[in-house]
Each structure stands twice: as structure tokens, then as C-alpha cells.
């Protein structure tokens, strides 16, 4: 990573910061998640990919692994995301898809969970790719759906309609009922849950 885009990351980085200073989150459902953690159950996060920049602005407290391309926008990706404090595996499924998988998998080992955008990286939108399955029956992980609306998003003209917060208004962040890697039909119900999920955090900020 070159030291601009390290620079740039950390000043960005502290923008993300003081903006989610002033965000009030609402967590429902993070008993299971907390749960896992006691139990020593590995388990990786999965998003839709145009709420992965709010759910990750409100998790800097808690340690996860992103996945990021090896692209030059990936780069700059990448120092912004560790001047978080988040992990960085490197890799999609077009380029570095098997150090990408192993870095994941050294993550669950390491007990840190990977947020996974499970319609990524390039949609369509809403569509489960089987990534996150993989990743999760070779670790012997469960998948947490995750979904995260803010009040007042402002909406991006990118093909995930990525959501980005506004100061001062609320988030609500919901954890599902977690999911087997390798239950049968394991893409349809990540997929009912985080539609589920997502009508109701879009419904809790109205």
C-alpha cells in the first residue's frame, strides 16, 4: 500500500470517527452475537454490500476482517479501513480469490469475524453469491445475517445504492438468527433474512 494512500485513509478515518461520535446506534438482536463470542462459536457477518459502509462505521469497536479487491480503488480501500482499526484480507472473485479465502480463514482461526457482502462484488444487487457459504462450511462457521438502516441516508448512484449516514441522525443496527455454512438451501435463507432484516431496520428509522 502506497504511504498517499495510507495518509489519505487515516485522514478519512478520522472523519468516519468523528462523524459516528455524533450517530446514536440502536443494536437489537446482539445477544446472539455475543453469545457466539462466549461460546468460542466462530461466525462471519452477512451484508448486503450497499449497507457495508454503515454497518462497518458502526462496528469500529469491534474487531472484523473486510474483504477488499486488489484494484488501485481496493488500495485506497484498504488504508482507510485500517486506519479504522478493521483487517484487510486482499482478494474478490476475480482476482486473488484463494489468498482472499485463506486470509479469511486465518481470521475465523484468529476468532475475528469477516463481514461479508454477500451480493458483491459487483451484484446484481440483492442476490446471494455462494461465497459466504464456502468461506463459512470450510472455517465451521455460522453466518449472522446482519442489516443497518440509517434515518436520512443519502443514497449513491452505484449499482448497491450504497447508503452513507448523516451527522446526528439515528442507526439501527439488526443481527438474525444465525445460519449453518452448510445447511441446505443456505443462500435462499440468507437471503429471506436479510430482506427481512432490512424492511425492518428501513421501517425502525422512518
Same mark, same amino acid.
Given at each position: 500500500m502506497?504511504?498517499?494512500?495510507?495518509?489519505?485513509?487515516?485522514?478519512?478515518g478520522?472523519?468516519?470517527?468523528?462523524?459516528?461520535?455524533?450517530?446514536?446506534?440502536?443494536?437489537?438482536?446482539?445477544?446472539?452475537?455475543?453469545?457466539?463470542?462466549?461460546?468460542?462459536?466462530?461466525?462471519?457477518?452477512?451484508?448486503?454490500?450497499?449497507?457495508?459502509?454503515?454497518?462497518?462505521?458502526?462496528?469500529?469497536?469491534?474487531?472484523?476482517?473486510v474483504?477488499?479487491?486488489?484494484?488501485?480503488?481496493?488500495?485506497?480501500?484498504?488504508?482507510?479501513?485500517?486506519?479504522?482499526?478493521?483487517?484487510?484480507?486482499?482478494?474478490?472473485?476475480?482476482?486473488?480469490?484463494v489468498?482472499?479465502?485463506?486470509?479469511?480463514?486465518?481470521s475465523?482461526?484468529?476468532?475475528?469475524?469477516?463481514?461479508?457482502?454477500?451480493?458483491?462484488?459487483?451484484?446484481?444487487?440483492?442476490?446471494?453469491?455462494?461465497?459466504? @457459504?464456502?468461506?463459512?462450511?470450510?472455517?465451521?462457521a455460522?453466518i449472522?445475517?446482519?442489516?443497518?438502516?440509517?434515518?436520512?441516508?443519502?443514497?449513491?448512484?452505484?449499482?448497491?445504492?450504497?447508503?452513507?449516514?448523516?451527522?446526528?441522525r439515528?442507526?439501527?443496527?439488526?443481527?438474525?438468527?444465525?445460519?449453518?455454512?452448510?445447511?441446505?438451501?443456505?443462500?435462499?435463507?440468507?437471503?429471506?433474512?436479510?430482506?427481512?432484516?432490512?424492511?425492518?431496520?428501513? @421501517?425502525?428509522?422512518?
Open positions: 502506497r504511504a498517499r494512500d495510507r495518509a489519505l485513509g487515516g485522514l478519512v478520522l472523519g468516519v470517527r468523528l462523524l459516528y461520535a455524533t450517530i446514536p446506534v440502536r443494536r437489537l438482536g446482539r445477544w446472539r452475537v455475543d453469545r457466539l463470542r462466549a461460546d468460542g462459536v466462530p461466525f462471519v457477518y452477512a451484508v448486503w454490500h450497499g449497507q457495508q459502509l454503515l454497518l462497518l462505521g458502526s462496528h469500529l469497536r469491534e474487531p472484523c476482517t474483504l477488499v479487491s486488489r484494484s488501485r480503488d481496493g488500495g485506497r480501500l484498504t488504508g482507510l479501513l485500517r486506519a479504522l482499526g478493521l483487517r484487510v484480507a486482499r482478494g474478490s472473485s476475480s482476482r486473488g480469490a489468498s482472499g479465502a485463506r486470509a479469511l480463514l486465518r475465523l482461526n484468529d476468532g475475528v469475524p469477516p463481514v461479508l457482502a454477500v451480493d458483491g462484488p459487483r451484484g446484481p444487487a440483492g442476490t446471494v453469491a455462494p461465497g459466504a @457459504a464456502r468461506i463459512a462450511a470450510k472455517g465451521q455460522l449472522v445475517p446482519v442489516a443497518t438502516a440509517a434515518a436520512g441516508a443519502v443514497r449513491l448512484g452505484s449499482w448497491d445504492r450504497a447508503a452513507l449516514p448523516l451527522p446526528g439515528r442507526q439501527v443496527v439488526l443481527y438474525g438468527r444465525p445460519i449453518r455454512g452448510d445447511a441446505d438451501g443456505v443462500s435462499e435463507r440468507v437471503s429471506t433474512a436479510l430482506t427481512a432484516l432490512t424492511a425492518r431496520a428501513e @421501517a425502525l428509522c422512518r
